[in-house]
């Protein structure tokens, strides 16, 4: 279970504060699947970054099942996102030159795993999300979609209880974005915990509770729909 208490986060660019989020509490239970929303500028981003261990609050407290996270150091935050978190975002983060088999891999090198369980870890992913016959092709050889795919591989083969996905179909059309949206029912569907952040409405229509982020508050907290504008 995720826990925020009064989280806020402040970046100072000079002179000037920038308030990104301003005293957020929510809670997300393990295996929902969650949907962040909100125009630009909101606190989408930085929301999802503290909950991924990639940020540290300026105040409050974060908790991830009991723990209190948002105290700890960059190499026990690195632990925690190792074990725990899985990450995909929307311009899929792949080597250009690299095959499907070893950018799934890279996680669990980084990791520490041994380079038999590597592959395995890394082909059972693969053939999770569809692409058992493209892993030895590179990002160049793949679509928009395959590589989105490999990317959600990727944060899926290390074994995460949660995935953190920042407009995940945003560059996707709509035929290759309802696959993506199917492979993150599916992963859901075995207990995964998912939090979306999208201007997607087909993305929020698929989730069972929606945020609405304003000016780093939240404005809503609800399942009734996905219509903030």
């Known amino acids: 279970m995720i826990e925020l208490h009064e989280i806020t986060k402040e970046y100072h660019m000079g002179t000037q504060t920038v308030h990104a989020l301003r005293g957020v509490t929510a809670t997300i239970e393990d295996g929902e699947l969650l949907a962040i929303m909100g125009p630009s500028g909101s606190g989408k981003s930085t929301l999802m970054n503290i909950i991924g261990c990639l940020d540290q609050p300026s105040a409050g407290t974060y908790k991830l099942d009991g723990i209190d996270v948002s105290q700890m150091s960059d190499d026990e935050l690195a632990r925690v996102r190792n074990r725990r978190i899985g990450f995909v975002f929307q311009m899929y983060n792949l080597l250009p030159r690299t095959r499907a088999i070893r950018q799934v891999e890279l996680p669990l ?25 493209r892993m030895d092709h590179r990002p160049d050889e793949l679509s928009g979609g395959q590589q989105q795919r490999v990317a959600i591989a990727r944060a899926l083969a290390p074994g995460p209880t949660i995935i953190l996905a920042d407009e995940p179909t945003g560059n996707l059309d709509s035929a290759a974005g309802e696959e993506i949206l199917a492979i993150f029912d599916d992963l859901n569907a075995k207990g995964i915990t998912l939090v979306l952040v999208t201007h997607d409405v087909e993305v929020c229509k698929r989730a069972r509770r929606i945020v609405h982020l304003l000016d780093g508050l939240i404005v809503s907290d609800d399942s009734t729909g996905c219509d903030f504008e």
């Open 109 to 133: 090198m980084y990791a520490g795993y041994g380079r038999r369980e590597r592959r395995r870890r890394a082909e059972e992913a693969l053939n999770a999300v569809g692409l058992a016959d």
